[in-house]
């Protein structure tokens, strides 16, 4: 039987509708700051959807666009005039940055009641403690919607494939918070499919688009697809998507399921952060 998709846009439009509503309960307008550094296509893309998905929900929402040739010294200046905006309660530093600047520098310039992706060491710190504040905003996508198929995570083995700071492991540690037995794969993992096929829910987030085939994946498991890669004109994920379909028991898309998550999280963390500043 064909697994059962698991439908981002659905359940981010959830989320959004959530957020909208518990914002007209306020009595102030929560407030978000992205900062974007060059003009790289893709960032610009996405920071235009947020903008748009802040008018949704009724965010007053700022970008700032910085030159690409900006020094580091000058975007975390930016950074720490917004940390001191009361009117501002949730920052995002839009990666990638340019070579010359030192992303994580500048995303833990960010104060950490304000780091709505977080991503900062305060918050990253906090989560390996099992001290969940901010959840960075595409793993804790992942899990909502590994917890929208009605599977346990408890007791699972979840095998990550990819280690960013981004994705990778942060997903790995929040799902070991929740008592999987995880494991991380990397581009120096021997017999990698030995490793796959093991998973209850595979998470791939190595960036090789259609990396992983039907052969690598336990039957029934929970796939979820991070990558979003171009494949001759397709926008294809680092799963194939096709033949493991055949296999899984349920599968994100892609496009339409990672990717809306992320930005529906990010709206649902900036609530969050504005409230615990504004009560």
């Given at each position: ?19 909208r ?36 929900v ?60 977080g991503?900062g ?68 993992t ?26 690598m ?23 194939h ?16 399921g ?22």
């Open positions: 039987m064909p697994a059962e998709i698991i439908d981002g846009n659905r359940l981010a439009k959830s989320i959004r509708s959530e957020t509503r518990q914002v007209k309960k306020l009595k102030f307008t929560p407030g978000i700051a992205v900062v974007q550094v060059g003009d790289d296509p893709a960032s610009t893309i996405y920071v235009d959807y947020k903008q748009k998905d802040c008018e949704r009724r965010f007053h929402s700022e970008v700032y666009r910085m030159s690409e040739r900006a020094t580091q010294d000058e975007v975390i200046d930016r950074i720490q005039t917004l940390n001191g905006r009361k009117e501002i309660h949730a920052i995002l530093a839009q990666m990638p940055v340019p070579d010359q600047i030192d992303g994580q520098a500048v995303i833990d310039a960010i104060a950490p009641e304000k780091d709505t992706d991503l060491a305060a918050n990253l710190g906090n989560l390996m403690i099992n001290r969940e504040c901010v959840l960075p905003c595409t793993p804790a996508g992942i899990v909502r919607l590994i917890e929208s198929t009605g599977e346990e995570i408890e007791g699972k083995h979840a095998v990550c494939v990819g280690r960013s700071s981004l994705v990778g492991k942060p997903i790995g540690l929040i799902l070991l918070n929740r008592n999987a037995t995880v494991t991380y794969c990397h581009s120096r021997r017999h990698l499919a030995e490793q796959t096929r093991s998973a209850d829910i595979l998470i791939v987030a190595a960036g090789k688009p259609e990396m992983i085939k039907a052969d994946v336990k039957a029934g498991a929970i796939v979820i697809d991070v990558g979003i890669n171009r494949l001759e004109g397709r926008l294809v994920g680092d799963v998507y096709e033949s493991v379909k055949e296999t899984a028991g349920y599968i994100t898309p892609v496009p339409g990672v990717g809306p998550m992320t930005r529906a999280i990010l709206l649902e963390n900036t609530l969050k952060l504005a409230i615990s500043q504004c009560g």
